[in-house]
């Protein structure tokens, strides 16, 4: 269970480091305001923070609920092991959203608000809810691993509490707490599609669509796996455990099924509206059209259709970081790239943005190899179950 | 365009339904649109760019107040500019156009804003609660006129817009920048009347005006109504189609109940049914299942 030790401290060192650096323009933005540390204006009020750690980290956390509801609902027993990582990985992406929220807003002191002041109608408010309560959620389902965890110290008091007691009424709640985990990321995945449906006069005509909502819910459903994939790959590279291949093509041969869904829905409705042409005509969007629809859609389903690349490691984890890559793409085109906001206003962030976003993953890192290294994260549930 | 898509919607229902169960849902703003409310009627022909509404506005407002702006480089709307001129040479002659919220009918930003800090009022005026607001700048993504701005240097910073001077409303006097004009470009009145009245002037004085009313139409109506020798489009306004910009939203928000239930109970069935048949099919003991209490 132990992971090489060795490996890792000139990586925690630097991530330690750029951690303290996002923490010092935290602090810096609360003295003087977002407008010392950021180059968002009247005419872009949303930037990095919104399309990069809002939009992109919610995404990227869909394996935790894919994979939950894989193996928890479907009973796909063989994918178990990636389920506790995956769901780590997700309750961090959220974390690092509520984290990036409270640079990004106004007054983050009154987050709160959202609680007592309801507007139903504003999708905003949907995906303030289901940020709260996902990320509630997320937390009570990789409790157990922390239980696990306690009950393994030797430190002076935690040893001696009970911790099978909490273990064991997390567990007896566990398939509520995944099919809620499943209902909220289902109705949070595609909120972040309503919310752009508010700007049919300013999002460009190849993304907008009445069908956002679903578009997003689906690319979210493919980039889970995918996720699952990547970051599984990298943390058994890191700490020295070998996962089965055949989870790993099992996972890829979902995913074609999943974005040849996704891609026939973009073009039907496309095609359907009339604006199909765009994607030859409207120049230069339609480079970033076809950005994200080569990279992250038609390349990945032709290489994951293959057998022979869903049989090699390093293929289904390139294949992936391709699936990644074009959901970030497509995030920052329909929330930063292809959306208008205002005429004559140019946004690129400023330094003090990307170390925010950065420093924030730097943490969540952190806490992956913190984690990897003092809870069961792979090796789950056997110890404590063969003690029941 | 956007029928198109309307009718798209309703071909596809059947696989992509998602988001079509529901009727379009009006938010509590589109409940009663504003027939007797508050409007104001701008006649840019009338305007001559003597900035009297500009710093009316920052007197009563209590904003810092500036030189009077140079026509060639009119400011933007910005935290301590509620209202500005749009300008334009036209051949010899300049012409204005005066900018400030618009105060629709169907506000963007209020349909927008999570915690109910924009409120549309039934006189008209589109107001702003700052002790609701936590600062997440939808509101100025989504507006469709780019209107609401953002204290940026200010650690601790508020949305600011036109409130229509709903105070002077309240106590019976005009907005202060009506009250200022010194040519009579802005009207104070009924919005209902006002369109009436932009028709006749439109109608008496044929090739004078175009025969346009900005803002009667534009993405559902406001309550600023605008009538121009030139399109206003030309000077910087918005082109916006006659729809509200709410209505895709608003419909997919409606969406959200019975995607909820529909999910938890397809999610519960598939455990059950999951569980019952691995059950059925493979009796044997000490096979420890998930889920089991």
């Not at chain 1, 690349?309 to 293929?315: C, D, L, M």
């Not at chain 2, 006129?145 to 002077?168: A, L, S």
């Given at each position: 269970m132990m992971p090489k030790k060795h490996s890792f401290p000139v990586g925690t060192f630097i991530l330690s480091i750029l951690v303290v650096v996002g923490l010092a323009v935290v602090i810096y933005r609360y003295i003087y305001g977002l407008g010392a540390i950021s180059n968002l204006s009247d005419g872009r009020a949303w930037g990095l923070w919104i399309s990069f750690d809002l939009y992109c980290g919610v995404a990227l956390a869909a394996g935790g609920f894919t994979l939950a509801g894989a193996v928890y609902i479907f009973n796909l027993k063989k994918y178990r092991s990636v389920v506790r990582p995956a769901i780590l990985t997700a309750f961090l992406g959220y974390t690092l959203v509520i984290l990036?929220?409270?640079?990004?807003?106004?007054?983050?002191?009154?987050?709160?608000?959202?609680?007592?002041?309801?507007?139903?109608?504003?999708?905003?408010?949907?995906?303030?809810?289901?940020?709260?309560?996902?990320?509630?959620?997320?937390?009570?389902?990789?409790?157990?691993?922390?239980?696990?965890?306690?009950?393994?110290?030797?430190?002076?008091?935690?040893?001696?509490?009970?911790?099978?007691?909490?273990?064991?009424?997390i567990r007896a709640i566990q398939i509520p707490l995944v099919i809620a985990g499943v209902v909220l990321s289902t109705l949070h995945q595609s909120s972040l599609g309503s919310m752009l449906l508010m700007m049919p006069e300013t999002l460009h005509e190849l993304w907008y669509t009445p069908i956002l909502p679903i578009l997003f819910l689906i690319s979210a459903v493919a980039v889970g796996p995918a996720m699952v994939i990547f970051e599984s790959t990298l943390s058994t590279r890191v700490f020295g455990h070998k996962l089965d291949i055949d989870v790993l093509s099992g996972l890829a041969r979902v995913i074609p099924y999943i974005l040849g869904l996704y891609l026939l829905l973009k073009v039907i409705e496309l095609t359907a509206v009339g604006e199909l042409g765009l994607i030859f005509t409207a120049y230069p969007q339609?480079?970033?059209?076809?950005?994200?629809?080569?990279?992250?859609?038609?390349?990945?389903?032709?290489?994951?259709?293959?057998?022979?690349?869903?049989?090699?490691?390093?293929?289904?984890?390139?294949?992936?970081?391709?699936?990644?890559?074009?959901?970030?793409?497509?995030?920052?085109?329909v929330s930063m790239l292809a959306l208008g906001m205002r005429p004559g206003y140019f946004y690129f962030p400023h330094w003090m943005e990307f170390a925010v976003s950065v420093g924030l993953v730097a943490d969540a890192l952190l806490v992956i190899w913190l984690a990897h290294r003092f809870l069961p994260i792979a090796h789950q549930e056997q110890i404590v179950e063969a003690e029941i | 365009m956007k029928l198109n898509r309307r009718t798209f919607l309703k071909v596809s229902a059947g696989t992509t339904g998602l988001i079509l169960l529901n009727k379009p849902k009006k938010s509590s703003a589109s409940d009663t649109p504003n027939k007797s409310g508050k409007a104001v009627l701008v006649d840019t022909s009338k305007c001559v760019g003597c900035w009297w509404c500009y710093a009316a506005c920052k007197h009563a407002h209590n904003l810092p107040e500036t030189i009077r702006p140079d026509k060639e480089h009119p400011p933007e709307l910005d935290s301590n500019i509620l209202t500005t001129l749009s300008t334009m040479k036209n051949g010899d002659e300049w012409l204005?156009?005066?900018?400030?919220?618009?105060?629709?009918?169907?506000?963007?930003?209020?349909?927008?804003?999570?915690?109910?800090?924009?409120?549309?009022?039934?006189?008209?005026?589109?107001?702003?609660?700052?002790?609701?607001?936590?600062?997440?700048?939808?509101?100025?993504?989504?507006?469709?006129?780019?209107?609401?701005?953002?204290?940026?240097?200010?650690?601790?910073?508020?949305?600011?817009?036109?409130?229509?001077?709903?105070?002077?409303?309240?106590?019976?006097?005009?907005?202060?920048?009506?009250?200022?004009?010194?040519?009579?470009?802005?009207?104070?009145?009924?919005?209902?009347?006002?369109?009436?009245?932009?028709?006749?002037?439109?109608?008496?004085?044929?090739?004078?005006?175009?025969?346009?009313?900005?803002?009667?139409?534009?993405?559902?109506?406001?309550?600023?109504?605008?009538?121009?020798?030139?399109?206003?489009?030309?000077i910087g306004f918005p082109s916006l189609e006659s729809k509200p910009v709410t209505l895709d939203a608003e419909r997919a928000m409606g969406a959200v109940p019975p995607v909820l239930l529909g999910v938890a109970a397809a999610m519960s069935s598939i455990f059950w049914l999951v569980k019952r048949r691995n059950q059925m099919s493979q009796e044997k003991p000490g096979d420890k299942k998930e889920g089991r209490k």
């Open positions: 990036a929220l409270l640079v990004d807003l106004g007054h983050p002191w009154y987050i709160w608000h959202i609680i007592i002041n309801w507007n139903v109608h504003s999708p905003l408010f949907e995906v303030g809810m289901c940020v709260m309560f996902y990320t509630a959620v997320l937390a009570l389902e990789f409790s157990p691993a922390v239980f696990e965890g306690l009950s393994k110290s030797n430190l002076p008091v935690v040893r001696h509490i009970n911790w099978h007691f909490p273990w064991r009424v339609n480079l970033l059209w076809w950005g994200e629809i080569i990279i992250g859609v038609i390349v990945p389903i032709i290489l994951f259709s293959m057998s022979d690349v869903r049989q090699n490691r390093s293929a289904v984890f390139w294949t992936s970081v391709l699936i990644i890559i074009g959901l970030v793409i497509n995030r920052f085109n | 204005y156009a005066k900018r400030q919220c618009m105060h629709c009918e169907y506000p963007a930003c209020v349909t927008a804003c999570p915690v109910g800090a924009l409120q549309k009022t039934p006189e008209g005026p589109v107001i702003y609660d700052s002790s609701k607001c936590f600062g997440c700048r939808y509101c100025m993504v989504v507006c469709p006129f780019g209107v609401p701005d953002f204290e940026w240097e200010d650690p601790t910073p508020w949305i600011c817009k036109c409130d229509f001077c709903t105070d002077r409303l309240a106590a019976g006097l005009e907005p202060a920048c009506v009250d200022a004009c010194t040519t009579g470009a802005l009207k104070l009145g009924n919005r209902e009347e006002l369109i009436a009245e932009a028709r006749e002037r439109i109608a008496a004085e044929p090739g004078k005006y175009i025969d346009h009313i900005y803002g009667e139409k534009e993405a559902g109506g406001t309550s600023w109504l605008y009538l121009s020798t030139i399109p206003l489009e030309k």
